[in-house]
């Protein structure tokens, strides 16, 4: 069976931080790619940052770029997003994606739809 499962989402202030985390099952880090992507009400969604591949090559948007930051837990099958600085645009649904890396490798990634997806959980920034 293959699925993702994301948790740690929650409310934070403007500038604050919050880490999300996600358990990756029946897929492997080598040969596939886990991405975060985002969407916001009213708006559609985006890729935010994928990492993939036996390297852990890394992509990130360009709007949180210097704030956000993807890593992974090979032994432990999960995927993090450390999210700084947060701002109240980055109020969203978050969601962690996993599909096969293409050649083309994690922006390709990042600018698709990738296969899997898990259920998302919800990031507030307010003050």
């Known amino acids: 069976q293959m699925y993702v499962a994301e948790s740690g989402g929650g409310s934070a202030r403007p500038g604050g931080s919050l880490r999300l985390s996600c358990n990756v099952f029946?897929?492997?880090?080598?040969?596939?790619?886990i991405g975060w992507f985002r969407q916001a009400p009213g708006k559609e969604r985006e890729g935010i940052s994928c990492i993939g591949g036996s390297a852990g090559t890394t992509y990130y948007a360009d709007f949180v770029k210097g704030r956000f930051t993807i890593s992974r837990d090979n032994a432990n099958n999960k995927v993090y997003l450390q999210m700084n600085n947060l701002k109240p645009e980055d109020t969203a649904v978050y969601y962690c994606?996993?599909?096969?890396?293409?050649?083309?490798?994690?922006?390709?990634?990042?600018?698709?739809?990738?296969?899997?997806w898990g259920h998302g959980t919800q990031v507030t920034v307010s003050s």
């Open positions: 994606a996993a599909d096969v890396l293409s050649p083309l490798g994690v922006q390709a990634m990042c600018s698709g739809v990738p296969e899997h």
């Open positions: 029946g897929f492997t880090f080598e040969s596939h790619g």
